[in-house]
């Protein structure tokens, strides 16, 4: 059986026995055939809120969230779109920010890529900056009493669209809708209290959850103290089509484009299998390791205890080197350090979600990468280096024996894996 994976901006093939081998990927959904009208018609019928022209008025201050460059969001089509429906509105009261959450700024080169070269020279586009007290204006606190931070532009916005799409999210139930603001254009302190280590740990900080995911809830609260926001997210095929258009109100929209990425990426099976082989669904979100945690925590749904998962993610730009995630790792022995240091009362570190995800899954199973990391570096994440795919897969088949079965996951974690029963 050949299988592609999704990776980096191509794919890679591997040729597993076929009696042996279960693809699992989304139900396929075609794009829109007029992705541009429906989206402009969504503006003019969104749910659970007013025409958006007829929420603007002509001194009002618009600020429009984007998504960042290690998102699969089709800026390039939809930013464009949007400002066309909002030309009658002077180009100087809207800003275009961008949701980087505590992730590195992207250049202008990037924006100029995301949001077309056009869209960068004739508005302001700034990058969120998670650590700039300047930036960020108090909303209150967290659950744990850490300020909740948000970016003062959005704030200081009469109105806010945020834009973005939505997919099964490892601890966040899905991506979009709140997320846009809150981590998007959130303070680090915020961030790191909303991705603790009791809320990772909490079995509903997962994929498909919202309602009852305290994370989730959490951020949703601190979102809309923001104020009123329209949104406009969409769904997207693994060619990256739109499938559908969700604008309106910020959880009203995102409660149905949840629905719809639910019943196209949730698959069920009868029962764990001795190998799992995931991606992390090609560039952009493979682009370094500390996204590649999301693969690997959508293959690990459905693996054996003491099972093989096999991460294919390219990791163009590598941890990154020296990031938080990079230094964490760095500073641990192994798995089992990290995850004492973070139930460390008072311990608290930027990007500590990632490693402690990571090492819960390597507390229960190996875990080996295809990149484009050298080894060192990888062994110096705690991950062992995959160097053939398909080779690997036959010789641990081999070893378990005839009745051992083999899980593939070529989107990675646009599929959302389950036990069934």
């Known amino acids: 059986m050949n299988i592609d994976l999704a990776y980096g901006q191509g794919s890679l093939s591997i040729d597993l026995p076929s009696d042996r081998t279960t693809v699992i990927e989304p139900s396929f959904a075609s794009g829109l055939p007029e992705e541009k009208d429906t989206l402009l018609a969504a503006l003019d019928q969104p749910i659970g809120l007013p025409a958006l022209r007829t929420m603007i008025h002509p001194d009002d201050r618009i600020c429009i969230l984007f998504t960042d460059i290690t998102r699969a969001t089709p800026n390039d089509r939809i930013i464009p779109w949007l400002l066309e429906y909002l030309s009658d509105h002077p180009k100087d009261q809207i800003t275009l920010l961008n949701q980087l959450g505590t992730h590195r700024p992207n250049t202008r080169e990037e924006l100029e890529a995301m949001l077309t070269p056009e869209v960068v020279r004739n508005y302001r586009v700034l990058n969120h900056d998670a650590e700039d007290p300047d930036q960020l204006v108090s909303v209150g606190q967290t659950a744990s009493g850490a300020p909740a931070l948000l970016n003062r532009q959005a704030l200081d916005a009469d109105l806010r669209i945020v834009t973005g799409f939505i997919e099964p ?202 990149s484009a990391l050298d080894d060192t570096t990888l062994r110096a994440a705690h991950l062992e280096p995959c160097k053939d795919i398909q080779k690997t897969v036959e010789n641990r088949l081999q070893k378990l024996g005839p009745e051992a079965r083999v899980a593939v996951l070529p989107q990675g974690p646009l599929t959302i894996p389950y036990l069934a029963g």
Request: glycine share 12%; aromatic share 6%; with cysteine.
């Open 169 to 370: 999210h490892f601890f966040a139930g899905f991506s979009g809708g709140p997320k846009g603001i809150m981590p998007g254009v959130a303070g680090l302190e915020t961030v790191m209290s909303n991705h603790g280590f009791d809320h990772i740990a909490d079995e509903r900080s997962t994929f498909g959850v919202t309602q009852g995911n305290p994370l989730w809830e959490e951020l949703r609260d601190i979102a809309l103290r923001a104020g009123p926001s329209f949104l406009l997210n969409v769904t997207l095929n693994h060619q990256r089509a739109i499938t559908g258009v969700f604008a309106g109100g910020l959880i009203e929209a995102h409660q149905q484009g949840c629905q719809r990425v639910k019943q196209t990426a949730m698959q069920a099976v009868e029962r764990a299998f001795d190998i799992v082989v995931t991606t992390n669904s090609g560039y952009p979100l493979d682009m370094n390791l500390y996204q590649g945690v999301k693969g690997m925590s959508a293959g690990s749904r459905i693996l054996k205890e003491g099972g093989l998962l096999i991460l294919a993610c390219e990791c163009r730009e590598g941890v990154p080197a020296s990031s938080p995630l990079d230094q964490l790792l760095r500073s641990a022995s192994g798995p089992q350090e990290i995850l004492t240091m973070l139930s460390t009362p008072g311990f608290v570190r930027p990007e500590q979600w990632q490693a402690q995800i990571q090492a819960l899954i390597q507390s229960r199973a190996e875990v080996q990468v295809f």
